[in-house]
């Protein structure tokens, strides 16, 4: 059974856009322990060439998730929020998190609908949630504006949301974010198993922070790389392909279509290798592949990933899903260099 201590390792470093620095520092030492050398973009992004050769295929994962910062702190100490992407208020209601404040302190809280005891509010099951009528239960005996700060909390500083890491005996993996460490989990693979095979090849692994506010992939790349290869999550739900247990092959999301040449090699060398895969339209999706394209970057891209049960919320993977993943990346980088 694959060892998957270095995902469980990675989702428990709370990393939303912004507050990458811990995750990335992982990344870069962990690529470093398997023979690499990687190094930083000026963003704080982590990049790393797997061979001696001017990389040409770049394959990119982002490390930074949803989150939320203090926007307000309350007259009573509670604490409002503003959104770190596209974190959903129904989803991540009643959720743990973590407060890191600038000077290092952490405290804890629970994100909260205002009112929120059944034996007093009429309307707790119907209300519509919304940033103006929840709030972060600090978990601090606080009844004030003035007891908040001077517990050094201010508004700006960081709240991270408790994951519930979960590998059960089924295979599934069950986490808030696999969107999309489970992502950067098939980077980890890539790099110690071309370390293993001894592969020189002209590929550059990417590690994004900055995904899921919209300019994670836009910029950072080497100036040698002409095609990219995104690694995200596959969308399982009503009206699309993907399944937990495959890799998907995105054609299209909301961004537009994908280049066709790298998804009809992508199909072919899943078919041929008997990989379990699902070819799909993603509704409302973008990815670091549409920023790396809105950027002006002359790139052709690809996306793919394993499938996510229940994005942006209480999300869900299976190891199957994964290893196709890992599997069709690998397959697709010995169908191109295997001659070199």
């Known amino acids: 059974m694959k060892d998957y201590s270095t995902l469980q390792a990675l989702v428990a470093i709370d990393s939303p856009s912004g507050f990458t620095e811990r995750a990335s520092q992982y990344i870069h030492h962990l690529l ?4 690499w050398s990687p190094d930083y973009t000026n963003k704080g992004a982590v990049r790393c060439t ?12 982002h490390v930074d998730t949803l989150g939320a910062v203090i926007s307000d702190i309350a007259k009573n100490g509670t604490l409002r929020i503003s959104k770190v992407g596209g974190l959903s208020l129904n989803g991540f209601e009643g959720g743990y998190c973590r407060i890191h404040t600038l000077e290092g302190k ?3 809280g629970t994100l ?3 009112n ?3 034996h007093v509010n009429k309307d707790l099951n119907s209300a519509q949630r919304s940033l103006y009528n929840m709030h972060i239960r600090l978990d601090e005996e606080v009844e004030s504006k003035k007891d908040i700060e001077a517990l050094g909390i201010n508004v700006g500083d960081f709240i991270c949301f408790e994951t519930n890491y979960q590998e059960l005996p089924s295979g599934y993996i069950k986490s808030r974010f ?3 460490k489970a992502g950067c989990f098939v980077l980890f693979e890539l790099a110690r ?11 550059q692994i990417f590690f994004s922070n900055y995904e899921e506010v919209g300019h994670g992939g836009t910029c950072g790349y080497a100036p040698s790389v002409k095609e990219l290869l995104v690694i995200d999550m596959g969308v399982v739900g009503d009206g699309t392909a993907g399944e937990e247990t495959a890799c998907s092959i995105c054609a299209k999301d909301s961004s537009g279509p994908y280049d066709y040449g790298m998804r009809k090699q992508l199909v072919q060398l899943a078919q041929k290798y008997a990989i379990p895969y699902r070819l799909d339209v993603y509704p409302f999706y973008g990815s670091d592949g549409s920023a790396a394209l809105r950027a002006g970057n002359d790139y052709r891209v690809g996306l793919i990933g394993p499938g996510v049960s229940a994005s942006h919320g209480v999300e869900r993977t299976h190891q199957k899903g994964i290893q196709a993943t890992i599997d069709l990346c690998m397959a697709y980088i010995e169908s191109k260099f295997k001659a070199l």
């Open 178 to 180: 696999m969107d999309n």
């Open 50 to 61: 797997l061979g001696s050769q001017a990389p040409t295929l770049a394959i990119a994962a």
């Open 106 to 108: 952490v405290y804890t």
């Open 32 to 35: 470093t322990e398997y023979g």
């Open 112 to 114: 909260l609908l205002d």
């Open 116 to 118: 929120p005891a059944a």
């Open 193 to 203: 198993q071309i370390k293993a095979k001894g592969w020189d090849v002209p590929v």
